[in-house]
């Protein structure tokens, strides 16, 4: 019998095997490439080591790329056919339930099962980590926060990851709505450990869901060493250095950005952060023809089958931007035909079928120009778009959407509750105030438009300022 790094029994593995296992959790907590070798060399050592295949298992299964969960399921199954089950540990036991819950794309109960672990075990690292990734997929704000923050008081600040647990716990507190103690515990998270990229990750949505771009943009800027490079998280925490220069009005920096960067994605998470800046480009008027047929011609081998709701939405904005609009229609199509058969226990079939099959319907319909269906099919889900993952500062290519489309179609009455809802939440968004300009021209106030466009214009210029940007 061995023991992890936080003294939790293990069967099944020799002394370098544990040692891989340990230092396989120390990759997967700073989102670093290298926890697939560690993973690799702990089953490497022992082969039947049931805390390493639960591993390997978790990574193949929560990148939400299809191959990689096919693969995923054949190693795990082949494990189970090798071992005893009943020898195994209890803990051990409830991670082989929750890992084939999710091969059943049930995460639901999956998740559940990883909070029984974290309370019997909440020094269990995995197990938090994995059912924090499970809480971000089905949008579940308050278990973001509360799964973490039940197993805190069994950790001491000095314990090696105590600082990675807080990065997670504050991205929990940002997503359910306490940004003062989101802001504090993630600060605390990245002074524990500078290159927590999670922690630094959770400061940025704090600052991003209250406006606050410019520091956002400074806070980068001066951790840049630390983000940037050498995680598989580089690319997402670029797209959120691309919201606030898209606060700023800084345009070019985007695309330049969006160039070096997000451009070459080669994973479904790349992938959509690519789909979702230039969306919100395209909803302002900004064509990027070339931009999206490269992108759009990346989706086709990752949708052949239905698989999680989130990334469908991503891959119908990349065909409807490149214009290939039948494309998009036949991926709703398929995914049409995926929910009109009952699938008891799959949480994606849900997920389509509430949120992503209207979602997927009404970016197709603003890229014919009807822009009332898109108010007709996103206004009743917009209080529950969070069903089908992702997070606020993501699921706001939603929400633009609507208002954009509301604007368009002269739906003043819902434009202006979008508006309101919006500036009253941030009133310090250039992005908010511009569409106060665009809801008062629409009603032929021009006195007002100027009012709420030299607010945005000041707004963006101030914010450039706090950022260190020339103005």
């Not at 600060?187 to 630094?200: F, N, T």
Request: aromatic share 8%; charged share 25%; proline share 3%.
């Amino acid at each position: 019998m061995s023991c992890d790094q936080h003294g939790l029994a293990m069967s099944g593995a020799s002394a370098a095997a544990v040692r891989h296992y340990d230092r396989a959790i120390d990759e997967l907590l700073r989102f670093r490439a290298e926890v697939d070798a560690e993973s690799g060399a702990a089953l490497a050592e022992s082969p039947d080591f049931p805390m390493g295949n639960v591993l390997a298992a978790y990574l193949g299964l929560l990148t939400t790329e299809v191959e990689d969960a096919r693969t995923a399921r054949v190693r795990f199954e082949a494990f189970l056919r090798r071992i005893d089950a009943t020898s195994l540990l209890p803990r051990e036991r409830a991670h082989v339930a929750a890992v084939r819950a999710l091969f059943g794309g049930d995460y639901l109960t999956c998740g559940e099962l990883l909070a029984g672990i974290a309370a019997e075990h909440p020094r269990d690292a995995l197990a938090l980590a994995a059912g924090h990734q499970i809480d971000f997929f089905t949008g579940d704000a308050r278990m973001l926060r509360d799964r973490i923050g039940g197993a805190l008081n069994a950790w001491r600040e000095e314990d090696r990851h105590f600082g990675h647990l807080l990065g997670m716990y504050a991205f929990g507190l940002e997503e359910a709505g306490h940004y003062d103690r989101s802001e504090e515990v993630g600060l605390r998270a990245v002074e524990l450990d500078p290159r927590d990229v999670w922690g630094i990750h959770a400061v940025v949505h704090t600052y991003e869901m209250q406006g606050r771009f410019g520091e956002g943009l400074r806070y980068l800027d001066a951790r840049m060493g630390d983000w940037s490079t050498g995680t598989f998280f580089n690319v997402h925490s670029w797209w959120h250095y691309c919201l606030y220069a898209l606060e700023s009005g800084d345009e070019r920096r985007v695309l330049a950005i969006y160039d070096a960067v997000l451009a070459d994605g080669q994973s479904c998470m790349e992938l959509l952060d690519a789909a979702a800046l230039l969306w919100r480009l395209h909803l302002e008027g900004s064509e990027q023809p070339e931009r999206w047929r490269v992108l759009a011609e990346a989706w086709p081998p990752r949708m052949g089958e239905p698989f999680y709701a989130f990334n469908d939405m991503h891959a119908v904005m990349s065909y409807v931007g490149a214009g290939r609009i039948g494309e998009a229609e036949r991926l709703i199509a398929g995914r049409e035909a995926y929910v009109a058969r009952p699938r008891p226990g799959v949480t994606n079939h849900g997920m389509t079928l509430r949120v992503g099959l209207p979602v997927c319907r009404a970016i197709v319909a603003f890229g014919r120009g009807d822009y009332e269906a898109v108010v007709e099919l996103l206004h009743p889900i917009r209080h529950r778009v969070n069903e089908f993952g992702g997070s606020h500062a993501q699921r706001d290519a939603v929400q633009r959407t609507l208002l954009e489309a509301a604007l368009r179609a002269g739906r003043r009455d819902v434009a202006r509750v979008l508006v309101s809802e919006r500036i009253s939440v941030r009133p310090c968004s250039p992005y908010n105030w511009l569409k106060q300009a665009a809801l008062a021209d629409t009603i032929g106030d021009g006195a007002a438009a100027a009012v709420a466009r030299t607010r945005a214009r000041d707004l963006a210029a101030g914010g450039r300022r706090i950022a260190g940007s020339p103005e």
